[in-house]
């Protein structure tokens, strides 16, 4: 290092000028540094958020949708697929398009219920027939009227007709049904929630989850995830699905599949008001 010494100055005045002009390159130092890292934290927080869009839209992307989505759906305790309709239009393309003779069909006396179908249901169990009645019951007026339990009746397919007695009309959604029904007496409005993998749905679809809304012991058997209970309450249909979508937004990133939207939880949930619980 060469310094230059003015001999016009005194010793005291040119060590005093290089003491100043040091402080002032260490001050520059400082704030060149200062400047560097919170350039490098600025081009941190944009990799770590250009990382958050790559994943996001990641999980965003198309999942494969399954047939019945379209509808209200369960698995049974043993595996049965159980399908009801959202409306009168949905009832009746249900009926008309996928009920079949190894099916068995499950319905409500109150105005404005589901049409369910329990998927072979003709060689059910007991267990699973209770299963597709919950489903019935839970997704009928009762639960928007404040019922605490309902009766559920089921048939088999060929009782079931459009054909309507003579001087009668059967508006959209609706159906005859004629000989001896099977009762499901005092069905609990209850319903039980959690995350399935689309392997118990489809073999090859191992990567993806899909909220599944049944009874305690098909959710038990079939759920990914920790169990909520939904039972009669005053919350919205809208603010339970947040706190759901909330709830199983990390499990869904962690496994890496895509993200549900709210809209998916909204659907799986019965009309009127609810309360969540998480499962013991």
Not at 186 to 194: A, H, M, R, Y
Not at 210 to 231: C, D, M, N
């Amino acid at each position: 290092m060469q310094i230059e010494i003015d001999l016009n100055n005194s010793v005291y005045k040119s060590a005093k000028d290089y003491y100043d002009y040091a402080k002032k390159q260490k001050l520059k130092l400082k704030s060149a540094q200062d400047n560097r890292e919170l350039l490098s934290n600025k081009l941190e927080k944009l990799k770590l958020e250009d990382q958050k869009v790559v994943e996001k839209t990641k999980m965003k992307e198309k999942r494969t949708t399954f047939w019945f989505e379209k509808y209200v759906w369960s698995l049974s305790t043993n595996g049965h697929l159980i399908v009801g309709g959202r409306d009168s239009t949905t009832n009746e393309i249900l009926i008309k398009r996928y009920l079949e003779r190894d099916d068995m069909a499950f319905h409500t006396n109150i105005q404005g219920a589901a049409f369910v179908i329990l998927k072979q249901g003709k060689n059910a169990k007991e267990v699973d027939k209770k299963d597709a009645a919950q489903i019935a019951a839970c997704f009928s007026r009762a639960w928007k009227e404040g019922f605490s339990s309902i009766d559920v009746y089921s048939m088999a397919p060929e009782q079931i007709s459009k054909s309507p007695n003579p001087g009668e009309y059967l508006p959209k959604g609706s159906f005859i049904i004629r000989g001896e029904r099977q009762w499901h007496k005092d069905v609990e409005l209850k319903l039980n929630i959690s995350l399935i993998n689309g392997s118990k749905l489809e073999k090859d679809e191992t990567d993806i989850y899909l909220p599944f809304v049944g009874s305690e012991s098909s959710v038990k058997k079939y759920g990914a995830t920790e169990r909520v209970i939904v039972q009669k309450g005053r919350m919205k249909k809208g603010e339970a699905a947040k706190k759901l979508y909330s709830k199983y937004y990390s499990f869904l990133k962690a496994k890496q599949s895509p993200i549900l939207a709210i809209d998916d939880y909204v659907k799986l949930l019965p009309s009127g008001e609810l309360d969540l619980k998480i499962a013991k």
